[in-house]
């Protein structure tokens, strides 16, 4: 089975070369009036944060309100006042990602009055199954608090990770930050009030199947899988020195191009090579390990906990 199939997250993130994505330059239009005409439709959806100042605000808005599976996706923000934004997708299933800040795009600080985007030019977003009702939400935070750490998780291999309640445990972490006493006295400092110190906003989008199609693959293929068995089974995998488990082991999510595996298994010779990791495919691997040579004055044992022969005893 294809390993992208079985994705649940409402949204997931599409690596496009920047130079296909830049292609030639857009013309420009003017009225009669000899005002400029808008370059893009989906400028037309352009959100003009409120006036700065005042109790903080946050605004988001997708291009569109209802998408087929496979669509690509835009999302347009902006606050009123100096911010950190954090966005979650919750898809029909009720799966929740983490899709801003991400492993592509993680700068999270946003100015006053400005429109913002995502995704930008060096990644896209491609609407996925279930098909349903997804809810992107937004929460903006006036300080970079230390908690805030913990939500720049992301990684090469989960550039969107899954947040077990989103924006609802990240509002709740501020509120419990906000109501500690500070460690300088002995008295609580009286708290900031909640309009000063985060904003929320969602928008919903609906996802449509295509009838009578599967799903499509990533229209530009990202990653790739390994199915590794190895004879006997129960060896330690490492790839490009990461621990992945023992054999056998299915590896998803691995990025095109070339990866060092290492095998490695008691009693037996460490096994290393390169390989090739195809778009949207699994790359099958079978490997036989050679036994480590007896030394003398040693003999196998043949103890069933440790398998035939991954086990030597000394001569007695």
């Not at 352009?46 to 669509?71: E, F, M, N, S, W």
């Not at 911010?83 to 983490?98: E, K, L, R």
């Not at 947040?163 to 445990?169: D, I, K, N, Q, V």
């Not at 009578?212 to 330690?236: F, K, M, Q, S, W």
């Amino acid at each position: 089975m294809n390993q992208q199939r079985i994705l649940a997250a409402g949204l997931i993130a599409a690596l496009v070369s920047v130079a296909a994505a830049v292609g030639v330059e857009d013309g420009t239009y003017r009225t009669l009036k000899g005002d400029r005409a808008p370059e893009d439709i989906t400028r037309n959806i352009r959100i003009v944060p409120p006036p700065t100042g005042g109790d903080l605000q946050v605004r988001i808005r997708a291009d569109k309100a209802r998408y087929h599976v496979g669509d690509r996706i835009k999302l347009t923000f902006g606050v009123n006042r100096d911010s950190y934004v954090y966005i979650f997708n919750t898809d029909a299933a009720g799966m929740t990602n983490q899709i801003f800040p991400n492993y592509y795009d993680r700068s999270n600080f946003l100015r006053a009055g400005k429109t913002y985007y995502i995704p930008d030019r060096t990644y896209d977003l491609e609407v996925t199954p279930p098909r349903g009702t997804n809810r992107v939400t937004i929460v903006a935070v006036a300080q970079d608090y230390p908690f805030l750490a913990e939500y720049r998780a992301y990684t090469r291999r989960d550039p969107y990770p899954a947040s077990r309640e989103g924006a609802t445990a990240l509002i709740r972490r501020i509120e419990s930050f906000r109501s500690e006493p500070s460690g300088m006295s002995i008295q609580p400092v009286r708290p900031a009030p909640r309009e000063q110190m985060w904003a929320t906003d969602d928008t919903t989008f609906y996802v449509m199947d295509i009838p009578g199609r599967e799903p499509p693959d990533y229209r530009v293929a990202r990653y790739g899988a390994l199915a590794i068995n190895t004879y006997p089974t129960n060896a330690r995998i490492y790839l490009d020195g990461d621990y992945f488990g023992r054999s056998p082991q299915i590896i998803s999510r691995l990025e095109i191009g070339y990866h060092k595996l290492r095998v490695e298994k008691e009693g037996y010779l460490p096994y290393e090579c390169n390989v090739y990791v195809k778009g949207n495919e699994t790359k099958d691997l079978d490997i036989f390990l050679h036994e480590t040579p007896a030394e003398p004055g040693f003999r196998r044992s043949a103890k069933p906990e440790d398998g035939w022969w991954g086990f030597f005893d000394p001569v007695r």
